[in-house]
């Protein structure tokens, strides 16, 4: 938001960036309207959408699409550590931009091993801040007036590439998902706070949209990144508004991720799953935390905030997009188990989860194509590990609607001797005295009929 959005309006006009406000915004809100049905429907355990995920759809179906999301939170801390460093630079644009980012996460790293309790309360302070901080942006006044110029803009800079770039400043609704596992009451909590931030977060953008394209040029807002910073009433309020934005988001990735993994490792569905699922005295994944830490320290170092979007969004996409499928085969098979508190029209998860298959193959559909054949791999490599998972789920469900569709269909089609195939069904009441007989029975279904005994 305080670094994007007005890159955005420049690029792409105001109408388009709101446009892709609300594209974005379909995604999550579909999303979060799935998440708080299915967190209504049975009691969510740690792990937030994996959980849902493979609670819904197995282990295999789970840890395929669990890692991409484990992924994904991870490299959104690198994305928001990278926005605290382009903040950082606003007030010392002499300090080293690599040294800014290791401290800054070497910092929210130890606040989230010592406790995450702690770390959740520092949130607070930071989103008084943040407060505060829009409220000497709009209090702010711009020295031009150039709404044409908005509009009709010129950009090199394709649509959906845009998109991509704003997309991840919806993706903070899976933080509070993600710390199921330290919820009192998730059934509850998710719900309230998704929904509530969702819709929140949508009129702030909107409104930060607007007010931009009334008060800089389209140049300006192409190339200073801080013009936000720039048209404030008192410009250091909403530099320290834009610290606190990206620290808290960036605390949120590094609590959520390893939760995530964590989840993975207590099923027993990635390697060296025994160090990585356990706990510390004080309830934190800490050999989780530490891998997690090195991946978001590689993509600090390898990645900027431009580079890191894109890829970060099919991740995220990949997850909502599975977060509707699994809402939408549960409600449209009819299962009895499936009675959420909160009853969604099954047109919402059908329309998300094809929504988000859409804008990722338009945003980069070789990355995405490569994306989605991974998941296929890892879900076919989980297949042949034969895993037992302890617990229950839909995929039975699926199949037997498919075969109950299949038979109704079939009796209302004419028959014909064509389609006849032998399935037997043969009463036996002593199975010894039928040895004999058991070879010549198999030669009449031979070679695709069935028998039952």
Same mark, same amino acid.
């Given at each position: ?58 282990? $295999? ?11 994904? #939170? ?11 460093? $382009? ?63 908005? #509009? ?81 009433? /008192? ?11 990206? =620290? ?13 993994? =964590?989840?993975?490792?207590? !099923? ?17 994944? #800490? ?7 090195? +991946? ?21 996409? +990949? ?35 094809? /929504? ?29 590990? #034969? ?5 229950? !789920? ?15 269909? =079939? ?29 010549? +029975? ?12």
């Amino acid at each position: 938001m305080y670094l994007r959005t007005g890159w955005m309006v420049g690029n792409v006009g105001l109408s388009k960036a709101i446009l892709i406000i609300v594209l974005a915004k379909l995604v999550t809100f579909t999303t979060g309207l799935s998440t708080s049905s299915l967190a209504t429907n049975v009691k969510m355990g740690a792990g937030g959408f994996y959980n849902l995920l493979s609670r819904s759809l197995g282990a $295999e179906i789970g840890s395929a699409i669990g890692i991409p999301l484990f992924l994904s #939170q991870a490299l959104s801390c690198a994305l928001y550590v990278a926005g605290f460093t $382009e903040g950082w630079l606003l007030l010392f644009p002499q300090h080293n931009p690599l040294m800014i980012s290791s401290t800054i996460f070497a910092i929210i790293l130890l606040l989230s091993l010592i406790d995450s309790k702690a770390a959740i309360r520092t949130q607070y302070l930071m989103m008084s801040v943040i407060v505060l901080s829009l409220i000497s942006f709009f209090l702010g006044k711009g020295e031009l007036s150039v709404n044409s110029q908005i #509009q009709s803009v010129a950009s090199e800079i394709p649509f959906w590439t845009v998109f991509a770039i704003f997309f991840p400043a919806v993706t903070g609704i899976t933080a509070g998902a993600s710390m199921s596992g330290n919820l009192v009451n998730p059934r509850k909590s998710i719900p309230v706070g998704t929904l509530s931030a969702i819709s929140i977060t949508a009129v702030i953008y909107i409104s930060v949209a607007i007010w931009l394209s009334n008060n800089a040029s389209s140049d300006e807002l192409q190339n200073n990144y801080s013009i936000m910073v720039d048209l404030s009433r /008192w410009p250091i309020i909403v530099i320290i508004g834009l610290l606190s934005a990206t =620290a808290s988001s960036a605390l949120g990735s590094i609590l959520g991720a390893p939760r995530t993994l =964590a989840a993975l490792a207590k !099923d027993k569905l990635v390697p060296f799953h025994r160090i990585l699922s356990k706990y510390s005295k004080n309830g934190e994944p #800490q050999y989780a935390t530490i891998i997690t830490a090195i +991946i978001i320290e590689v993509a600090i170092l390898l990645g900027d905030l431009n580079t890191i979007a894109p890829l970060l969004t099919i991740f995220f996409l +990949i997850t909502y997009g599975s977060i509707n499928m699994v809402v939408a085969i549960e409600k449209g098979i009819g299962i009895p188990s499936f009675r959420p508190s909160i009853n969604i029209p099954l047109i919402i998860p059908i329309f998300g989860s094809l /929504w988000c298959l859409v804008t990722m193959f338009l945003i980069n559909p070789v990355f995405s194509g490569i994306s989605i054949s991974l998941i296929i791999l890892t879900y076919f490599f989980q297949m042949k590990r #034969q895993i037992k998972a302890d617990w229950g !789920d839909i995929r039975g469900g699926i199949f037997n609607a498919i075969a109950e569709w299949g038979a109704k269909t =079939a009796t209302r089609l004419p028959y014909h001797a064509k389609v006849w195939k032998p399935n037997m069904i043969i009463p036996i009441e002593d199975p010894g005295s039928w040895a004999y007989l058991i070879k010549f +029975i198999r030669n009449i279904v031979f070679p695709s009929g069935s028998i039952r005994l």
